[in-house]
Nanobody, 119 residues
Framework: QVQLVESGGGLVQPGGSLRLSCVVS????????MGWYRQAPGKERELVAT???????NYTDSVKGRFTISRVNVENTAYLQMNSLLPEDTAVYYC?????????????WGQGTQVTVSS
């Protein structure tokens, strides 16, 4: 069974930084695109950033220039470096692994980590 374990969330003041980590339990990591999503209270889950298995990245407009997604395949770990945090970044952040083999696709989710930006 594949498990994704996020860590690194917490309470931070506006303008501060946090780094989220996502460790994947099995060797699917190198073959998977990784993503970070977030869900604020009363809102739908939204895409924050993705990184393909060969390192191509994509960001939602609201975090461009502030957040950086990265991955270290030998560690089976994906990261989300979040700088210049804003109160509207407050949400539960979820890690996602998207594995495709031919026509087959598997999607896995972590349990989420809370990020609160407040003074």
């Amino acid at each position: 069974q594949v498990q994704l374990v996020e860590s690194g969330g917490g309470l931070v003041q506006p303008g501060g930084s946090l780094r989220l980590s996502c460790v994947v339990s099995r060797s699917i990591f190198s073959r998977s695109a990784m993503g970070w999503y977030r869900q604020a209270p009363g809102k739908e889950r939204e895409l924050v950033a993705t990184i393909t298995s060969d390192g191509n990245t994509n960001y939602t407009d609201s975090v461009k220039g502030r957040f950086t997604i990265s991955r270290v395949n030998v560690e089976n770990t994906a990261y989300l470096q979040m700088n210049s945090l804003l109160p509207e970044d407050t949400a539960v952040y979820y890690c996602n692994a998207d594995q495709r083999l031919g026509s087959r696709r598997w999607i896995y989710w972590g349990q989420g980590t809370q990020v609160t930006v407040s003074s």
